[in-house]
């Protein structure tokens, strides 16, 4: 599975961060860094973190069912 956030409406709200902290995270300037690629064992979290982002930033492509 493929991510991609569009950094242009994203918030940093930070929720993707608590669904999924394996493939999210924020850095030292609070901006947001995450997992392009993150391996299969995080597909749910990642699917998760889609589904809460408050302005539904996150993108996913290449769904592994």
């Known amino acids: 599975m493929n ?3 569009d950094r242009a409406i994203c918030e940093i709200h930070a929720q993707c961060v608590y669904a999924a902290p ?4 924020l ?3 609070d901006e947001l860094v995450y997992d392009a690629s993150p391996d ?3 597909d749910d979290a990642v ?4 589904l809460v982002c408050p302005v ?5 492509s290449g769904d592994r069912a």
């Open 56 to 60: 539904q930033a996150i993108k996913l």
């Open 40 to 42: 299969r064992e995080h």
């Open 27 to 29: 850095d030292e300037g």
């Open 22 to 25: 394996e493939v999210f995270a």
């Open 47 to 50: 699917r998760s973190a889609a």
């Open 3 to 5: 991510v991609d956030v």
